[in-house]
């Protein structure tokens, strides 16, 4: 069974620092493209960043504007997302998710349980 | 960036009711539209992928269609365990794209 677990998220003041870890099992993860998604308190899905299986592709949405790394350790079934200079509208529960590809499509097949980051002074 | 549009964004049936949930592409996605459904406190979870093919072990009582850029989910008989909300999902471009969710609540 796939289970993936994020740990690393807490209480940060603007403008600090924060590193994601996910954690995968029951499934062999360097096989795996994976993401990152977020939803703020009451609010919708939203899209975070992508890594590619060996870690070489990577993309993100435009409202981060270079403030979050992705990245991955295959040999410790390992995803991250490095957080810098966080803002107060960066609150929100980040979730990893798998890619996988049906009929052509990419989709979100199996997610985290997510973590909590908290950007406030 | 593609927009996806879900309506309405919230509803409001009964159990046993059919009920349709549309989402719109702002441009052309193909069939590259996912459907989730997330309960409070918990993660999304897949439900359709590719527009209209069903995730495995998700009941046959949704149903996911496509024309041109308009995109819908049915459920044929609501079940007290569908009461959530559900989001469309664009995976033709990035950035990857949500729509705002539609949450069904029981009448």
């Known amino acids: 069974e796939v289970q993936l677990v994020e740990s690393g998220g807490g209480l940060v003041q603007p403008g600090g620092s924060l590193r994601l870890s996910c954690e995968g099992s029951?499934?062999?993860?360097?096989?795996?493209?994976m993401n990152w998604v977020r939803q703020a308190p009451g609010k919708g899905l939203e899209w975070v960043s992508y890594?590619?299986?060996?870690?070489?592709?990577?993309f993100y949405a435009d409202s981060l504007k270079g403030r979050f790394t992705i990245s991955r350790d295959n040999a410790k079934n390992s995803l991250y997302l490095q957080m810098d200079s966080l803002r107060v509208d960066d609150s929100a529960v980040y979730f990893c998710?798998?890619?996988?590809?049906?009929?052509?499509?990419?989709?979100?097949?199996?997610w985290g349980q997510g973590t909590l980051v908290t950007v406030s002074s | 960036d593609i927009q996806m549009t879900q309506s309405p964004s919230s509803l409001s049936a009964s159990v046993g009711d059919r009920v349709t949930i549309t989402c719109r592409a702002s441009?052309?996605?193909?069939?590259?539209l996912n459907w989730y459904q997330q309960k409070p406190g918990k993660a999304p979870k897949l439900l359709i992928y590719?527009?209209?093919t069903l995730q495995s072990g998700v009941p046959s009582r949704f149903r996911g269609s496509a024309s041109g850029t308009d995109f819908t989910l049915t459920i044929s008989s609501l079940q007290p365990e569908d009461f959530a909300t559900y989001y469309c999902?664009?995976?033709?471009?990035?950035?990857?794209?949500f729509g705002q969710g539609t949450r069904l609540e029981i009448k």
């Open positions: 441009q052309s996605i193909s069939t590259y």
């Open positions: 999902q664009q995976s033709y471009s990035t950035p990857i794209t």
């Open positions: 590719a527009a209209s």
């Open positions: 998710a798998t890619t996988r590809y049906g009929s052509g499509s990419p989709h979100f097949a199996s």
């Open positions: 890594i590619s299986t060996p870690g070489g592709t990577v």
């Open positions: 029951g499934f062999t993860f360097s096989d795996y493209e």
